[in-house]
Every structure is written in structure tokens, then in C-alpha cells.
């Protein structure tokens, strides 16, 4: 089954990528990648590597902060023809830092067309400048102009929107409908573009700048397949689900006490050990909750990603594909 398609539906995030420093650490290695049916693409990105300030995961690596790539022509970007070949629209770039220390960049690309919307925005508060947080840079695709206009003109204070809970929790934010409710404060403007769904992740980033990335998309093209927050315990040797949202079976209830994951253990657990986020070829095959959700919906991959705050584990984000 093709990693990017739902039921039917293509997802917003069609290839994920992890890149580690090398053993010099002069250099970002391919760790791990799902590409879906881009092959040629994947066959590519494997061959290469990137030093501090080359392609799109080494300018994220030397700024220290997430990038947000709308376009590939004409930027640092070393791939543009296998992307568009692909049709891939745009890329992003997750650094994670453990306080100052590199563990990984993790690229994501995403797709659209007519068919199939979404956009990508990337938040920041800079607290010697401001109390609020706001648009630094966004990608809107086929969302039209006006929802990209209403929001570099919104600012968000701590707990305030979706960008703004996910600040000040230092945790994954998702709502289902972005018409319902008061979390998502431009909801009028996205229902009239057809986004309807949101997805929130705080980026470890250097420096004293606090930067959130939203995934907003279309019910047509949902982000992806399922996804899944998993909380560390106090000790940090044990993961259980706090929730999520399953585009097969709807909301996902939060596991029991006697659903955990081991630190190390299958693709979630391996993140949290480590801090670099992982990638499940065989999401089925993952231990506990994990593998039988996957089983039970069909799902084919799983990715994991540590989210970081000061250092310290704060949860553990699984996108099924």
C-alpha cells in the first residue's frame, strides 16, 4: 500500500526524512526515510549527505530553527527535479537540539494540488522583542491568499489558539474540526478554504526563541494517517498514550497503566531513548498498543518523534502512514 494514501485519500505529509550528524559531526547522514512511491526520490536522498549550511537539513542545522521551504527552484535546495518529478511542493526542516547539542533534522515534504489542501506555518515568540507569538513563515499552497493574509496579521499570547496552548505546554496540540470550538481562533477563514483540521508540534530549537510548527489540513488530504501522543513518566523509563485521532476509527482514548512502552523498545521507544526521531517500516509489527492499533487499521509505517524542551523528553509524536 502506498505510504501516502488514506483510504483513497493522499496524505498532507507524503515523505519523511531523518538526518544524523556523522561521526565527525561535520557532516548530516541519511539515518531513515518513507518516501511512499516516491522512489526515485528516496533512491536519491540516500546517496547523499549535507555539511553545516548545504541543502535544506544542513541550513536548519546551521540557523538552529526550523525552515519552512516554499518553493525548491532557486533556493539551497539540491533535489528539485526529483521533487517536482514527485510531485512534492514544498519541504520543511525540523532541527532537534538537546539544549545546545545536535541529535538530528528531520525533512518533511508535503504535496498539493487542487484536489488536495493544506498549508504549513511555523510560529515564533522572540521574548526580547515581543509577548506574542507570531507568523514567521508559512506555506499555503492552494489555500488561497486570503487565510495566509489574516494569519501574518494574527499574534497569539501563551495558552491563546493553537500555537499558543502548544507553547505553553511544550506539547503536541490537535483539534479534529476547526470549526467547533475556540482553540482555533481563525476558524471562519479556514473553513472558507476547506482546512479543517490543525496539528501543532513545539520545535527544540537553539537559542531563546520558542518556535511551534502547525500542520493545517483539508479533509480531502489528511495530515496523515493517524497520529498518536505518548507521555514519558516521571522516571522517563516508560511511555503511555495520552490520545490522539485515527482517520479510519475517529478519536483515540488515551492507553491504561498496563499499556506502556520500555524505553528502547519497538520505533517509539528507540526515540525516546535517543532523541532522534525514528522511522517503522512495519507499523503492525510494533510492540503493544502500537502494532495493534496499526493491525487494526490497516496502517503501514509509523514515525516517531521526540519532542524536546530544555533537554529533557517532554513526549513522544507517532505519524501513521
Known sequence: MDAAVVTGKKTFIRVVEVWVPGNDRSTLEFSAGLYGSAERFGAISRQMCFGLGEGLPGQAWLDGRPIVLKQFAGANFRRTQAAHAEGLTCGIALPVFAGDFLTAVLVIFCGDDEAHAGAIELWCNDPAASKDMTLEDGYYGTTADAFEFISRRTAFRQGHGLPGLAWESRLPVFQEDLGKGERFLRADSAIKVGINRGFVLPCATRGA???????????????VRRFETWLPDADGERLTRAGGFCEVSGTVPAGDDRDFIERGQGTLGRAAFSGVPMVGESAASEPGLVGRAASAAGLDAVVAVPVLHDGRLRAVVAWYF
Open 209 to 223: 526563541s520558542t518556535y511551534v510548527m502547525a500542520f493545517l489540513s483539508a479533509m480531502a488530504t489528511p495530515i
